[in-house]
């Protein structure tokens, strides 16, 4: 509980230095506003997504990003552009959340043949994502020459340089999609990490709770993709050093703190994204700072897990 | 009080169950005796309901196929091994009042339930262990958190599956103590290879062999029925008289 408001508290720090650092322009601060407010929804999104996933999988290796949820969503999201030759948003969005679903399901079906081993989700979701990331590339050469949408490569790393408060509707859907179903899922959640034979004695049935995770943690990971583009690795962090400060497992007290450590990672990750470098070489797209940061956690997270 | 009656359970197209009929007594130690692939442990997986079945079976005069899992996750705990290593950093603490989730109201658990665990956890003398990760846990060890997982919600049914695998002689010595005095006020029902442990507890036996009950009856009964059990496990088996209690001891040469 301290710890939750330590993050809430600095959450709301970093929003406000983010937002009113260094200008006092209102078409500025209007900008900045949306934009932090579409990294936080993003973030919280995220956060609680991977911490769902992880508990449900059994599996603290997985994020939306390395199950292929990720470059699944934005595949499609090409593939709308290039068929229906469309960016209406509605659209496009079905087409994210039903090729984020396809994704998701074939690295989980993959994986569990494979013996559903941690090593066998990475390896199969680092398949899938190339398998996405290829098509999503070919179909936007095709979709670039009749519509104006943005750069493939900045919807497969994800960044918020397209922020705009006609998505903020959307990122606040998924968010409360996601913490209407947290006093929900988070009891069964921790029934599964012991097996599905204790989940059941503890009264709940496995399967349903697995199933239903699987269907919003890709859905809303997809509509938060198809928007900002598909974030690596803040996801998968959050959980574990929130498993790690508070000492527990517990999903009602790692989901709420892992969506908020993202928001927090992410916001960061953002506000240096458009500070860093931007004088010389311009904005570098969030994702990648992510990246730059996360993979070497994310690699040493493997190095421990595999001493043990 | 279980009453089971033509109770047939399959698995695709081989029958664990087949046609048994059969009561366990209540708050007494009842010993589930037989070999490999006999159905022990799954008459104690249909008890609890996770598998599905055919026939009756009643618990508490409640018809357990149509009993929601909610109404018998607070009557019956089947207890076995942990088959996984994976916890993702899961506390003993934690686990214990993962445990209490059906005997529990509301969303976050009060001091109450984690006293209770505490309690259950000094009684296996592991009071130790709250604090530790269950991934860094002995098979023992883990095996002694199983236990209290299945004991700290207070059930009225505690069905334990080769619960006395990964454990050491002198905690096997306590676990005999401690199962005869749970049973003085709850129905134990268990399995084992073990046939010194399952004679040293049980007040009751019921012995199975292929799907079908070969034996059921009392303790001094079972040793005027040796050859009964030498045959069902094709081994030789000595009696033994120690106090008041008849020990079966298999002859291993």
Redesign the interface.
């Known amino acids: 509980m301290i710890f939750l408001t330590i993050l809430i508290a600095l959450l709301i720090v970093t929003s406000y230095i983010s937002i009113y650092h260094g200008t006092n322009n209102p078409l500025i601060i209007n900008y900045r506003l949306t934009r932090v407010l579409s990294v936080i929804l993003s973030g919280l999104v995220i956060g609680f997504n991977a911490s769902y996933l ?2 449900c999988l ?3 290796l997985v994020d939306h990003y390395i199950l292929g949820v990720g470059s699944g969503a934005v595949f499609s999201t090409y593939l709308a552009f290039t068929i229906l030759s469309t960016n209406i948003f509605l659209l496009t969005s079905v087409f994210a959340v039903a090729g984020g679903l396809l994704a998701l399901v074939i690295t989980i079906t993959v994986s569990e043949y494979l013996g559903g081993s ?1 090593y066998a989700y990475i390896l199969v979701g680092i398949g899938v994502n190339s398998l996405f990331s290829g098509l999503t590339i070919l179909f936007s050469q095709i979709a670039m020459r009749k519509l104006t949408i943005p750069h493939p490569m900045l919807m497969l790393i994800g960044s918020f340089i397209n922020a705009s408060s006609k998505n903020i509707p959307y990122l606040l859907a998924t968010l409360i999609a996601t913490i209407i179903s947290y ?1 929900l899922l988070s ?1 069964p959640l ?2 599964i ?3 599905d ?2 989940s ?6 496995p399967r349903i709770a697995r199933f239903t995770t699987i269907v919003l943690a890709g859905t809303t990971a997809s509509i938060v993709v198809s928007i900002h583009g598909t974030i690596g690795f803040v996801g998968l962090v959050s959980p574990h050093l929130s ?2 400060s508070m ?4 999903q ?1 007290f790692v989901a709420p703190s892992s969506a908020l450590l993202s928001s927090i990672l992410l916001l960061l990750t953002d506000t240096m994204s458009r500070t860093l470098l931007a004088k010389s070489i311009g904005e570098i797209p969030a994702g990648a700072i992510v990246s730059i940061i996360g993979a070497p956690l994310f690699i040493y997270m493997l190095i421990s897990r595999f001493r ?1 | 009080m279980i009453n089971v009656k033509s109770l047939t359970v399959k698995y695709s197209d081989f029958t664990a169950l087949n046609d048994i009929t059969l009561s366990i007594p209540e708050n007494k130690a009842t010993c589930i005796l037989g070999p490999n692939g006999a159905g022990k442990s799954t008459l104690l ?1 249909t008890i ?3 598998v599905d079945y055919k026939g009756c079976l009643y618990l508490d005069g409640l018809e357990v196929s149509k009993t929601p ?2 109404t ?3 009557l ?3 207890v ?1 091994p ?3 290593r ?6 003993v ?3 214990l ?3 209490q ?2 005997v529990t109201t509301g ?2 658990e009060s001091s109450f339930h984690l006293e209770r665990a505490i309690t259950v956890l000094k009684q296996l003398g592991s009071d130790k262990l709250i ?1 530790r990760k269950l ?1 860094e846990l002995s098979s023992g060890e883990l095996q002694r958190v199983v236990l209290a ?1 299945g004991l700290v919600k207070n059930p009225k049914y505690l069905l334990f599956d080769e619960i006395d695998l990964h454990i050491d002689i002198g905690f096997k010595k306590s676990l005999v103590k401690l199962i005869r005095v749970w049973s003085r006020d709850k129905t134990v029902v268990f399995t084992t290879h073990d046939l010194v442990f399952g004679t040293s507890i049980g007040d009751y036996f019921i012995l199975l062999d292929q799907g079908r009950v070969v034996y059921i009856g009392e303790s001094e009964d079972l040793i005027n029925n040796v050859e009964l059990v030498e045959k069902v496990f094709n081994a030789k088996i000595i009696t033994y008289r120690y106090g008041e209690r008849h020990i079966l001891i298999p002859i291993y040469y």
């Open positions: 992880q508990s059994r599996n603290p941690d006093p009891k921790n029934t990490i012991l097996g034979y204790y059941k004695q503890l009264g709940y049935n498993r790690l000492k527990t497992a517990d009602r043990k | 997986k609890a309901k996770l899992i909610k018998i996750a607070r019956v705990s089947y076995q942990i088959d996984t994976e916890f993702m950093g899961l506390t603490r934690d686990v009042l993962i445990a989730y059906p969303f976050i604090h991934n997982i």
